[in-house]
DNA sequence: GCTACTTCCTAATACGTATTAACGGCCTCA
DNA sequence: TGAGGCCGTTAATACGTATTAGGAAGTAGC
């Protein structure tokens, strides 16, 4: 019956004309403390009282367009967002940055890549991130030249991963694939290895950069040459099939393999299936280490010997980054790297003693050589 | 050098300014469709191409201070978001809400609980999930004064799962509850078994009322009386212990156990216990059915007979819900409720025959009272 | 009784957008 | 040539808040 009432949200213009005073006042004693220090005791008690009655809230809408900040922080993924079968990669950034920013007083705007490939952060010459005060970025296929873009703009980005743009520079909080390879190779070597394969991705990206690099500067650190024909891209993780392993270990003498994860579950199924039929065994006929972690979606039957990637404290460390930025007149860009965490696992072992015609060094032992072929 | 651009987001006056025309023509231009074809081509042109070389994007503040719609949706979570040990519970959640939410051509606004306790929608007399066109809310520990708050202040909101609120309606999207325990229960009738213990969690929220509600429903359809006594709560799920299991399966000659899992991965962590000893084996000794979903987080070593929530589908719909109601002045709330699905499971088995001295009726087969205490 | 100062409040303004009423110019038709 | 109509654009305004400059009383000092 009653026409619908439309219920108006109470303004600070309400509480006034209630409480017999101006708008400025009812701002002045709502909005906290030193100011409102200004307002007679009488008044302030009367502005109070009548916002209480009022029911009164205030719109963030106004408090942030006079402030000129939203109090937003974005977050953008350069995939189709939180496919299912990648959950446990991108949920601890998620996770991590969700946590950060909250605890910075901010709210996050989660941002979609439909996934059509084409430009997506400027649709239509619009910025769609603009509507937040900065934004982090995240995903491995970046379209460099929306990157460069926003960079150009200063609007302030900060990157998980580390991300070169040509005559740009970009904030990123990026693992130090390096330094985390070169370590696993220094481990495979103390355990005897000399012959290591390294099968990296197909794709150029930086961290697949950067762990060919800890590659090269591990063998090199351990004075051992390397061998270009043991660095491999594998295009498709199922390759990695009992055969191919066996091809290695046979043919060029490898002794352990390095292997850098997909994203997706299929390294680990190809691995699962290959040591399945017991024709390889891991470490016994061959030492395997992942750099990097492999998603743990399907159960994790196998603690394979790997790094980790402090995901959730990236993503923390990242939000900070982002917050530091937008304060000054955006301050100057950061790159942060963190060191990743040896996981023992049980997939390495000591090399197998194949070449009795080398001289050894005290520390490594050493077996007879087995004819690598006809062991079984 | 140069002094510190402080570059200053560009405005629609900007634009004006640069393609010589003023701001409301090209808030016409911009703001779409209908109005923008009142414009001629070639101002419609120069304002676009202005805007392109601005890195124009509209201020969110503004346009919702204004009384347009922000595109923007918003989530929020009644609990500390995303813990660790629950993700599998809140992701397909996320997921699908994310995914219909970006399907209509909104961006997700994920709102932070940090978990205080206290209100934290209105702080500090400000409504936060205002900044976005409606809101998907979602959790277990409700804050029921801040929900009913919004109700009438008619902000759009709907609820994932059933939640009751006094004087006011609110829109939900909710499992079936009651049907899938009621059949649950038919389907251990069916299997012969007569007392089944109820173990419910000590919190009185609808999702619990709902699976007791179910239990009765299907006992009352098998036309067996319910004997309070097997329903009882659980406060901590690491109390499911061997013993006592064998206290129930002896004294009181239960032969199966409801349990509402909790929304940590305890309850599977205790039956994994409880077995591991083999002095209780399911379903040899006692069948055990799950009322919902376990959180896989640690690997699911056992296929738990269970019903199983459409988590993604519940969050796309919850999305479809929010989206109608914003379209007329707010469309009046609406339930949803979508039924669960039957996860046959491993671990329910027929009822051990145990009391011979009974005659049965083909219906609903009983037996004599046997003395609860002393069957053993 | 005039100035100087204090106390408490308010008018005015800006923030960036969407919308509406109105306006100038041009065309058409009589 | 003047009236009427249409088209493309703009001036003006509202949204709700925070802030600043300044005003109206009142008090104190000479």
Known sequence: MTPPPRQRRATQLDIARRAGVSQATVSLVLSGGAASAQIAEPTRQAVLEAAAELGYSANVAAKSLRGGRTHLLGLYTFEPVFPTDQRDFYYPFLMGVEEETSRQGYDLLLFTSIGSGAREIYTGGVNRLKLADGCVLLGRNVRREELAELVREDFPIVFIGRRELDGAELSYVAADYVTATSDMVAELVRLGHRRILYLRAVEDTEPTRDRETGYRRGLAAAGIP?????????ADPADLTAEYVEHW?????????????????????????????????????CSIALLGDPPSWTPELRNWTRFSLP????????????????????GTPQQVTVP??????DSIGPAPDRAPSTDRTPSADRTPSTDRRGSR
């Open 340 to 345: 990743c965490s040896f996981v023992p696992g």
């Open 226 to 234: 390397v061998d270009e024909s043991l660095i491999r891209a594998l």
């Open 311 to 330: 995901r959730v404290e990236m993503a923390r460390t990242a939000v900070q980054l982002l917050i530091d930025l937008l304060d000054p007149p955006h």
């Open 249 to 285: 270990t046979g043919t060029a003498g490898v002794t352990a393999i390095l292997v850098e994860p997909s994203e997706d579950n299929r390294l680990t199924t190809a691995l699962a299936a290959t040591s399945a039929d017991g024709r390889v065994s891991f470490p016994a006929d």
